[in-house]
């Protein structure tokens, strides 16, 4: 860095505030990593409190051509808030402003709101936030909107994009805007744009009315193939299920080792439902549909009989991520979706491949959105972390090749951004191109994210 | 225009094939207009009936300099299939293949597909399209994509947007893109951009089950603000209504003129109200909920008994078009949104404005989404037309005051263009043309709508 840059950073500091500013190495280098990959140490971290102290960061990224990288609780599984160069980091943990207006049914977030804070101070009136990534009590709003984030309801009750109302968000240009969704719908543009389009600042978000039922079951299968088509038969039979989710045996097996509750071992497959609604009667009937497909395709089905055992049950799914930890000490997490009915295939084709690099590899996911992640575990001290990468590669490769995409919900970030060379033709990686230089021509914004490098012809 | 032009015209229709193209004079005045207004013959009619014709269409606009306008049923509210100047009209009336996929639940759709064929066809497979616009029978899927439309299911159910998977689309250099609403969300950016920003030429849908039981009720109030709050208190009680429609006084008695069907021609405002779902008892106590809801705020109401009954009772909604036209020859229908908790005072504001230029005025739409219709009525041969729009112009103003939006459905096209700089705020208006200048940066794609000129400040 120039000497000039660091006299611009120090007067920035001492102008905002030393509170909001760390320009010490020691804390530079926490704002380095995500939750899946380790970047370039930060010129300075921002913690701004207000938009008007975003706004100073805009500026200040404009006065010394540092580009800003947006960060929220840096869970995200893309690398999408890792520094690819010397950066503004621009942490907004402390923009944790919400309220509430019941009447209207609307919450007005800062970004740096937790998520599960969310329907925690909505509960008592009644109403809910349904997006509810399995992040949810690290993950901030700002990252879930930038990350488009979804979840186990994401199949019945959509993603984070589905329930926001208004943004607020600062430009490129430091200008400040309140966007509705009207005519351009640009906070469906800036939603899942990973902080390269824009820097959000506030959002209202839709409220729901908490479902006052739920019922719970969990299915085990011989085959992948009998879960899947369990799935596609409920649905077809009517069931919407508010919760849907599946593990395979690598996952089924790994928390079994972890919890000791009595998972089946030898099962194939896993699937996770709940129902939810207003009339006891109809959750319970919906469940019952789900059930009796899940009987016809050969799964063997444990019915919850109380909130309790439903907990219970769904502690197997919560457990994986810790469960994981323990059989080699890093891993990687990847997130594709396909088609529902090539499913089957494709959990065969990625097993194939874990057995051929010889990783172990296990597969969960929101399975009503063909929503999958399989996981990766190794060690970093023994095993080449760039055959890993390759093989995650491969994977991309599998979900394209199914009619899948990329991403199911944690984005391109950093991880993916090659991987869209060959999962989008040029002509539409251009249309992108177009997007991102008409709101940050000086390529201001979280550089090096999302979109490849376009090479010419 | 030129002799060149009308050259490569002529020679454009030869060799796309004469039936796709409309040169003579008589048969371009017919595209024209559209459901509010009429703008500037065009040069060429082209029919498209492949993508490939439409790739050849803007190719002749790049060819000519003549600008490109997508034109549906001509259905729209807001004047976007209307030219402005000397333009190529394309017209989708012709590509009208409509395929289903039961097992994934979608539909695959060219442009010109009638909007109410979806739900027809998908019908004996247990299927539905909600999205239902009151002109469904005439209007076309591109033009319900263009506009974002929504229906009196949209409070429940969504707008067409909310069921896009997928589009097909061409942009102003005539290259072919498939978008997939992934990375940043194109498609989302597509939809509702009234043809301003690229052609949309296939899209993939998602289609829902068809909830087996529906319930109707009809109530009728003293006062507009008894109505509304009426509607709050039954949303509170956790009612999720499938169709919820608000009539006023000038309606009910319009209607009531023309059907004889003994609607409380002294009431002050009406509500249509559907539940839907799979379970009849649960539908039923919905209906029970928005019941007691409109007995409380002083409403009648009447349950209807049989789908029969409620067919008769949904007849008072649909009639209000024809109806309205035996008032005065020529109305022009607004549309705005505003906080529902703000309808009784936008609804008063409205009708002193009626009062206060002299002309007819009733006002309807779907309250669930504060979406309101205000039609004024008068005489072209007798009436200063420029007064009419001059209070339109305030009609907006007023939705703008209470905090609501220029269009709840029907666009801005020409219509509310100039409204635009109200509504919105210069750095929001310049992010809006930083998006269409990427998109389209010689401005041939519908040019005139939606955007204001931005007159250096
Ligand atoms: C155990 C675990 C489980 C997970 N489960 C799920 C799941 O079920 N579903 C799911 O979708 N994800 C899941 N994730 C991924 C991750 O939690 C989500 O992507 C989440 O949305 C990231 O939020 P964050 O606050 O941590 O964002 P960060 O990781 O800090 O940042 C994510 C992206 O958002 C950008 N960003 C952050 N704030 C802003 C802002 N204010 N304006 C503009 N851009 C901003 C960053 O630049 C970056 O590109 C999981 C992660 C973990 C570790
Ligand atoms: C009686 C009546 C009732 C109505 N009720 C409703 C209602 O309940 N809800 C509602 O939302 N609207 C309603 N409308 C308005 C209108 O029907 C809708 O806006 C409808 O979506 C227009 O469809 P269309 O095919 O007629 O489009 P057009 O009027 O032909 O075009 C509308 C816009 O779409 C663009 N366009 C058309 N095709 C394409 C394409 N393939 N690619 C890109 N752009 C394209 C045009 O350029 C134009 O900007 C109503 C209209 C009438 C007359």
Avoid at 328 to 344: C, F, Y
Wanted: glycine letters at 10%.
């Amino acid at each position: 860095m120039s000497v000039s840059t660091s006299r611009v950073l120090q007067e920035f500091a001492a102008r905002l505030g030393k509170g909001k500013v760390f320009l010490e190495l020691p804390q530079r280098r926490m704002y380095r990593y995500d939750g899946i990959a380790v970047g370039e140490t930060p010129a300075i971290v921002v913690l701004p409190e207000t938009t008007q102290d975003v706004v100073e960061a805009v500026q200040l990224a404009q006065a010394t051509g540092l580009p800003l990288v947006p960060r929220g609780a840096a869970s995200g599984l893309s690398g999408g808030a890792v520094p690819t160069e010397e950066s503004i980091v621009l942490c907004f943990t402390r923009m944790t402003r919400l309220e509430l207006d019941p009447d209207r049914r609307l919450a007005i977030a800062q970004p740096g709101v937790v998520t599960a804070w969310i329907s925690e101070r909505a509960k008592p009136l009644g109403l809910t936030y349904p997006p509810d990534p399995a992040s949810l009590r690290t993950s901030t709003l700002g990252g879930n909107l930038a990350e488009n984030a979804g979840g186990p309801m994401c199949f019945k009750k959509g993603v984070t994009g589905d329930y926001v109302v208004e943004l607020e968000c600062v430009d490129a240009w430091g200008q400040v805007h309140r966007l509705r969704r009207e005519a351009y719908d640009l906070p469906g543009l800036l939603i899942g744009s990973e902080g390269t389009l824009g820097i959000i600042t506030e959002a209202t978000l839709r409220l729901t009315p908490i479902p006052p039922h739920t019922r719970t079951l969990m299915a085990v299968f011989g085959e992948v193939g009998q879960a899947a088509e369990a799935v596609s038969r409920a649905i077809a039979a009517g069931a919407v299920p508010s919760k849907l989710e599946f593990m395979d045996q690598g996952c089924i097996r790994a928390v079994e080792d972890y919890l000791h509750m009595g998972l089946p071992v030898e099962a194939a497959a896993l699937l996770l439902v709940d129902t939810d609604g207003d009339d006891p009667q109809i959750v319970e009937e919906e469940l019952s549909w789900v059930a009796e497909a899940c009987r016809e395709c050969g799964g063997e089905v444990r019915v919850a009989r109380d909130p309790q055992e439903a907990e219970q049950l769904w502690r197997a799914r919560r457990s994986v991520s810790p469960a994981l930890g323990r059989i080699r000490p890093k891993r990687l997490n990847e997130d594709i979706a396909v088609p529902r009915s090539t499913l089957p295939e494709v959990v065969r084709s990625i097993e194939a491949l874990g057995r051929a690099y010889g990783f172990p590899l296990v597969q969960f996911g929101h399975i009503g959105d063909g929503n999958l992640h399989p996981n990766v575990m190794f060690d970093p001290e023994s095993d080449d972390e760039d055959k890993v990468w390759e093989m995650l590669h491969e994977v991309a490769r599998v979900a394209l090749r199914h009619g899948g995409v990329l991403s199911g919900e944690h984005g391109i970030g950093l991880m993916k951004r090659d991987f869209m060379t060959e999962a989008l033709d040029r002509e539409s990686l251009e249309a992108l191109w177009a997007i991102k230089r008409a709101l940050d021509p000086a390529g201001r914004l979280n550089p090096g994210k999302v979109l490849p490098d376009l090479v010419s012809p």
